[in-house]
């Protein structure tokens, strides 16, 4: 089965730091561009940042929200890709969704991962 | 970048057909034929239904269609039928490489 598992999740006070993990099963990552997109309770999708993969030189791009402050990375030799989350705001409280685009030239999420939760309180 | 404009809600009546729009700007949407369209029932994770303006993946309902015009996007559901009734999100890639998303449109089967 394809899929992508999202783990890492949990409670951070604020400033604190997390890093969530997406683990793909039954294909590999490695040509793909990985994108993270939340969306905090009752409220819509956002998308978060990219890495593109080796023949992109592993490109990151990030939302202006979180610029600075998440750094997203990938292993492909164990088919994973993180998020790494710094200086957490109460505003980062979400659901995050790991997903990619499996073909240059294309804008297609497909699969997404099931979501982790992320609580940012004191 | 600005999140796309969706209309907040949509509803229909079975077997009628509905559509959702997405406007962006000459920097997003406009600029290339990268939009989608994701489905997403409550405490699921959203689900492709259009990508690349137009192009249905495998196993969507060919009720489901997109087009473009302009820095506008269009998701049409033909045939509504009630297991439609979730929220629809379309989504652009960017002129700064980056992705949105629009803020989201909740569809109701009357």
């Known amino acids: 089965e394809v899929q992508l598992v999202v783990s890492g999740g949990g409670l951070v006070q604020p400033g604190g730091s997390l890093t969530l993990s997406c683990a793909a099963s039954g294909f590999s990552l490695s040509g793909s561009t990985i994108h993270w997109v939340r969306q905090a309770s009752g409220k819509g999708l956002e998308w978060v940042g990219r890495v593109r993969n080796k023949a992109y030189s592993y490109a990151t791009a990030y939302a202006a929200s979180v610029k600075g402050r998440f750094t997203i990375s990938r292993d492909d030799s164990t088919n994973t890709g993180y998020l790494q989350m710094h200086s957490l705001e109460t505003e980062d409280t979400a659901l995050y969704y790991c997903?990619?685009?499996?073909?240059?030239?294309?804008?297609?999420?497909?699969?997404w991962g099931q979501g982790t939760l992320v609580t940012v309180s004191s | 970048q600005s999140a796309l404009t969706q209309p907040a809600s949509v509803s229909g009546s079975p077997g009628q057909s509905i559509t959702i729009s997405c406007t962006g700007t000459s920097s997003d949407v406009g600029a290339y034929n990268y939009v989608s369209w994701y489905q997403q029932h409550p405490g699921k994770a959203p689900k492709v239904m259009i990508y690349?303006?137009?192009n249905r993946p495998s196993g969507v309902s060919d009720r489901f269609s997109g087009s473009k015009s302009g820095n506008t996007a269009f998701l049409t559901i033909s045939g509504l039928q009630a297991e439609d009734e979730a929220d629809y999100y379309c989504?652009?890639?960017?002129?700064?490489?980056?992705?949105?998303f629009g803020g989201g449109t909740k569809v109701t089967v009357l």
């Open positions: 997903t990619r685009v499996a073909v240059a030239n294309s804008w297609r999420f497909d699969p």
């Open positions: 989504s652009s890639y960017t002129r700064t490489s980056t992705g949105v």
């Open positions: 690349d303006v137009s």
